[in-house]
């Protein structure tokens, strides 16, 4: 079941949260827990706001007023939305990192070939030497002039 769903009755959501239902159309009224609504207008509370609800009555025994609750409701929703937000741009950041062209990194291998790499991995350096050395020009346009490797050390 999602958390969030608005399924409980007031008396039922009353019953679960330890409180009489006069008290949940009360924190309604004032906007401290905001139930959702049936087309009909009754009220029908997630489990969130069943958890919100358990959590007005510890902070309200321990002498915080319903104001200051309330703020500290607000900002916990926030904090919420906020880090649903920072999830979601991580994935797109992290998608674009391995879709932008360019961003991929290559490597040659010890026979000449080139590969990608992973960004996240490490190759072992080689200490072998390749020198690069013009071919031998023939004289006629269009031959290659390509460079061709001779291996050292």
Do not use: K
Not at 7 to 35: C, K, N, S, W
Not at 73 to 100: H, Q
Not at 108 to 133: C, N, Y
């Amino acid at each position: 079941m999602d958390v969030d769903s608005p399924v409980f009755a007031i008396a039922v959501a009353a019953e679960l949260a330890g409180m009489h239902p006069q008290t949940l159309r009360q924190y309604d009224r004032i906007g401290l827990v905001v139930p959702g609504r049936t087309r009909g207008g009754s009220r029908r509370y997630s489990m969130r706001d069943i958890e919100q609800l358990r959590e007005v009555a510890q902070l309200s025994s321990e002498g915080m007023s319903l104001p200051a609750i309330a703020r500290l409701l607000d900002l916990e929703d926030e904090v919420r939305m906020l880090r649903r937000r920072v999830t979601e741009l991580e994935g797109s950041l992290r998608a674009e990192r391995e879709n932008r062209p360019g961003v991929r990194v290559f490597a040659a291998g010890a026979s000449g070939q080139v590969f990608t790499v992973g960004t996240t991995r490490r190759i072992r350096r080689s200490t072998e030497v390749v020198l690069w050395r013009p071919r031998a020009a023939s004289g006629e346009a269009g031959e290659d002039d390509t460079a061709s490797p001779e291996r050292a050390g």
